[in-house]
T-cell receptor
Framework: EAGVAQSPRYKIIEKRQSVAFWCNPISGHATLYWYQQILGQGPKLLIQFQNNGVVDDSQLPKDRFSAERLKGVDSTLKIQPAKLEDSAVYLC????????????FGDGTRLSIL | GENVEQHPSTLSVQEGDSAVIKCTYSDSASNYFPWYKQELGKRPQLIIDIRSNVGEKKDQRIAVTLNKTAKHFSLHITETQPEDSAVYFCAANGQGGKLIFGQGTELSVKP
């Protein structure tokens, strides 16, 4: 079974620029998560989708971050404008959607803000 | 709020020794506790998980124990090998199924 695919793997931008990340979950997985992992810390949930609906976006900085999952499969996460503190690895994960099923992670996108 | 505390932050053991990592969670409604292993620059990989209806689960050299009363759960690795060296994260499920992660433990296994 193919895993969670993410692109790009690395991105370097200057502050105040915009950036977008893409995620393709495991086939058939209804639930998709975006996590932010700052160096030396555990992943922190930014947003959770169930199919194409938002379940939890309470920790998403909505003034600069946005995400969508229009057809209930792929998802994009955007930052505009980026700040220095957004430097992190952005991880996408998916699960089958039923309660308490394992979440499988992609390789992440390492974002550096100059 | 939802919180998971993980200790120690770093752990160094000799090859063949055992390693134990401990976590405490705050939300009494949590009922799913996975452990992830993350090697440098790679994705977190699920190594074992436990649900609240059991107190212990084993998979070869890895075991996890859960004490719901105390809100503690622990990862035990026996007969450690150099390839076990990585950062280990515990997590507990929160509202809606999201995972709340601990701060991570950097395990170093010395040959």
């Amino acid at each position: 079974e193919a895993g969670v695919a993410q692109s790009p793997r690395y991105k370097i931008i200057e502050k105040r620029q915009s950036v977008a990340f893409w995620c393709n979950p495991i086939s058939g997985h209804a639930t998709l998560y975006w996590y932010q992992q700052i160096l030396g810390q555990g992943p922190k949930l930014l947003i959770q989708f169930q199919n194409n609906g938002v379940v939890d976006d309470s920790q998403l900085p909505k003034d600069r971050f946005s995400a969508e999952r229009l057809k209930g499969v792929d998802s994009t996460l955007k930052i505009q404008p980026a700040k220095l503190e957004d430097s992190a690895v952005y991880l996408c994960a998916s699960s089958s959607g039923t309660a308490n099923q394992p979440q499988h992670f992609g390789d992440g996108t390492r974002l550096s803000i100059l | 709020g939802e919180n998971v505390e993980q200790h120690p932050s770093t752990l160094s053991v000799q090859e063949g020794d055992s390693a134990v990592i401990k976590c405490t969670y705050s939300d009494s409604a949590s009922n799913y506790f996975p452990w992830y292993k993350q090697e440098l620059g790679k994705r977190p990989q699920l190594i074992i998980d436990i649900r609240s209806n059991v107190g212990e689960k084993k998979d070869q050299r890895i075991a996890v124990t859960l004490n719901k009363t105390a809100k503690h759960f622990s990862l035990h690795i026996t007969e450690t090998q150099p390839e076990d060296s990585a950062v280990y994260f515990c997590a507990a499920n929160g509202q809606g199924g999201k995972l709340i992660f601990g701060q991570g433990t950097e395990l170093s296994v010395k040959p």
